[in-house]
């Protein structure tokens, strides 16, 4: 129920980075939880990076300290600082949000996805 809309996927060399932002839209209050997943082709969908409301953040296993996370709950908008990027990483990325604390899929929403394409 909360419109997502995402920036700033596109072609990068490995090694290089690349930023996502991420705006929630259509809600009078702060998502509990912002963050990114990701799908590559013949893969499932995998937790790229996401925080909740004062500043937990969680990352996946493959991106720990190569992207970092941050929120401004005042704009309700998640940036994804991606570094030292991959093939691996070349995925569809897709911005998700919760509304409450359990975070029950009922109250869920995702962008439409962006392509992040890591390749020389």
């Known amino acids: 129920q909360v419109r997502l809309v995402e920036s700033g996927g596109g072609l990068v060399q490995p090694g290089g980075s690349l930023t996502l932002s991420c705006a929630a839209k259509?809600?009078?209050?702060?998502?509990?939880?912002m963050g990114w997943y990701r799908q590559a082709p013949g893969k499932d969908r995998e937790l790229v990076a996401r925080?909740?409301?004062?500043?937990?953040?969680q990352f996946g296993d493959s991106v720990k300290g190569r992207f970092t996370i941050s929120r401004e709950d005042a704009k309700n908008t998640v940036t994804l600082e991606m570094t030292n990027l991959r093939p691996e990483d070349t995925a569809v990325y897709f911005c998700?949000?919760?509304?409450?604390?359990?975070?029950?899929?009922?109250?869920?929403?995702w962008g439409q996805g962006t392509q992040v394409t890591v390749s020389s």
């Open positions: 998700w949000c919760n509304t409450i604390a359990t975070m029950s899929e009922a109250y869920a929403s």
């Open positions: 259509g809600t009078i209050f702060a998502p509990y939880a």
């Open positions: 925080v909740i409301t004062g500043g937990h953040a």
